[in-house]
């Protein structure tokens, strides 16, 4: 069966800091993959997406960029974090060609102080 | 453009009571997907229920069901007989039918189940 991860599960980061959020899924290949952010009691925002190996594409313009450097595995990276970067990062990945469901991650909580 | 709509932003209900949760969705395509998923308090985005366009069939599993209505555009989802665990956000979502294969998420509606 396929399983998703995520790390870490909570990150307190001062602003100005690097940053750095993976995200692996297990028991498929070639998924699709997707970062997304949730503000405290909003709806989520999907800051990135890729459908295969290398090819990422953003949907917000921000100071966050996205890597997939192998093919079941997703980082979120900022050089310098800022004070609303704070949130709940949640990964997400569907079967590749597929229009189906996406599966989610644990999350990671982030707070930028 | 495509877009859902999840116009109840909180739901309060006392545990046993029958409550529904209305989604309202715009699409050009003609072939779709719908879903609904459950954000308990822990945070993780859990998977509910996926609907085909073709198929307008009310889904029914357990205490949860579905009704998809094309003519209205709406996707609504009934708890029966509520209970304190059911307490979480519900999205609603459509597919966009291009090769981002994305979704679009509604706002959610946050219920609350008061024991």
């Known amino acids: 069966s396929q399983t998703i991860h995520q790390w870490p599960a909570t990150l307190v980061q001062p602003v100005g800091s690097p940053l750095s959020l993976e995200c692996t899924v297990e028991?498929?290949?070639?998924?699709?993959l997707y970062w997304y952010r949730q503000a405290a009691g909003r709806g989520l925002q999907l800051l990135f997406y890729s459908v295969g190996i290398g090819q990422i594409s953003s949907e917000v313009p921000q100071n966050l960029s996205a890597s997939r450097p192998q093919d079941r595995q997703f980082i979120l990276s900022s050089k310098k974090l800022l004070l609303s970067d704070s949130g709940f990062y949640l990964c997400a990945w569907s079967s590749g060609g597929s229009y189906y469901e996406q599966y989610f991650g644990p999350g990671t909580r982030l707070t930028v102080t | 453009a495509q877009k859902v709509t999840q116009a109840q932003t909180e739901i309060s209900v006392v545990e046993k009571e029958d409550v529904t949760l209305d989604c309202v969705y715009e699409?050009?395509?003609?072939?779709?997907?719908l879903f609904w998923y459950k954000q308990p308090p822990s945070g993780e985005l859990v998977f509910l229920i996926r609907r085909n366009s073709f198929d307008e069939q009310n889904e029914i599993s357990g205490r949860y069901s579905w009704n998809f209505q094309k003519s209205t555009s709406s996707f609504n989802f009934t708890i029966t007989a509520s209970q304190v665990v059911d307490s979480a956000v519900y999205f609603c979502a459509l597919t966009r039918m291009d090769s981002s294969y994305k979704l679009i998420f509604g706002s959610g509606t946050r219920l609350l189940v008061r024991p």
């Open positions: 699409t050009r395509d003609t072939t779709y997907y």
């Open positions: 028991g498929t290949s070639n998924p699709n």
